[in-house]
C-alpha cells in the first residue's frame, strides 16, 4: 500500500524515523513528506504558501536508502496535500502520521498537527493512522511503531476516509496491559495556562493539571498502562435549530 509518512514534530524528529522503518519493514511502499522545522499545533492548517509556491528539501535518510524523503517548508497538512495533488510520485492510499513526541487525547486533538495530518488525509478520501507517544528517558519508540505499523495493516482493509487516532503508552512492549477504546477526555495530560502579559507577549505555559479525569477517557487509559485507540470523524454538518429562521427574520425582515 502506497503510505505517506509525516508528523508535526519535524522532519528530523525521531519519531518519523522510527514510524517510517516500520511501514517500510511491513512491505509498504512508503515515501516521507513532513515539515522542516517543528509544527507541533499546527492541526490541519495549510500555512500561508498553500496559495503559492512551497519550498522543499530532498533528504537521504541512510538507514531507509529506498525510501524518498522531502522536507516541506509548512505543516504536515500541507505535505498530504501536496502528496493528494500528486507531488512525491503516486498518490498515497494512507497517511501515517507521527511518531508524536507527546499524547494526543482528549479534545485538544483538535489543535494537533500530527492528528490534523490524519483529518486532512479524509478530507481527500484517504484514510488516516495518527499515532502519539508520552515522551521519556528511554523513549520507547519500538512499542509505538508497533502499534503504528498494526494499525495501518488494520486500516489497509479499511473504508476510504477512515482516520484512527493511537495513543501508546511509553513502556517496553511485555508492559502494555492492553488494548482499548476511549471517550475523548476533556483535556489531555497538560493544559495551557495564561500567566499575563508582559513587554507586548502572552505569557502560556502548558501545565499538568491535577483534575481527576472519568477512568474511561482516553488520557486515563493511556496514564494506566492501555493503547488508546479512537475513531475520528473530521467537520460535517450538524443541526442548526432554528438559526436559520432567526437569521432571516433579523437580517431580510429589515429591508
Request: glycine share 12%; net charge negative.
Amino acid at each position: 500500500m502506497r503510505v505517506l509518512v509525516t508528523n508535526d514534530d519535524g522532519v528530523h524528529a525521531p519519531g518519523i524515523l522510527a514510524l517510517a522503518q516500520a511501514l517500510a519493514k511491513d512491505g509498504h511502499d512508503v515515501v516521507v513528506a513532513a515539515p522542516l522545522t517543528d509544527m507541533s499545533g499546527s492541526s490541519a492548517a495549510l500555512g500561508p504558501g498553500h496559495a503559492d509556491a512551497v519550498a522543499v528539501e530532498r533528504l537521504r535518510w541512510p538507514d531507509l536508502d529506498d525510501v524518498e524523503v522531502i522536507g516541506v517548508d509548512g505543516p504536515p497538512a500541507m505535505a498530504v496535500l501536496a502528496g493528494y495533488l500528486g507531488a512525491f510520485g503516486d498518490p498515497p492510499e494512507l497517511v501515517a502520521s507521527g511518531i508524536n513526541l507527546g499524547g494526543n487525547t482528549g479534545r485538544s486533538v483538535l489543535f494537533s498537527g500530527t492528528v490534523g495530518a490524519a483529518l486532512a488525509a479524509a478530507n481527500f478520501g484517504i484514510k488516516g493512522v495518527a499515532v502519539s507517544q508520552p515522551p521519556g528517558d528511554p523513549w520507547h519508540l519500538e512499542t509505538s511503531a508497533a502499534f503504528a505499523a498494526a494499525a495501518v495493516g488494520w486500516a489497509a482493509a479499511a473504508p476510504p476516509a477512515t482516520v484512527l487516532n493511537v495513543n501508546v503508552p511509553n513502556l517496553p512492549l511485555e508492559e502494555i496491559q492492553g488494548v482499548r477504546s476511549g471517550k475523548l477526555a476533556p483535556f489531555g495530560v497538560v493544559r495551557t495556562v495564561f500567566e499575563g502579559e508582559a513587554e507586548g507577549r502572552l505569557q502560556l505555559v502548558l501545565r499538568e493539571t491535577g483534575e481527576e479525569l472519568d477512568p474511561d477517557t482516553d488520557t486515563v487509559l493511556v496514564q494506566r498502562g492501555f493503547v488508546a485507540v479512537n475513531g475520528l470523524v473530521g467537520p460535517r454538518a450538524a443541526d442548526h435549530g432554528d438559526a436559520l429562521a432567526v437569521l432571516a427574520e433579523r437580517v431580510l425582515g429589515q429591508r
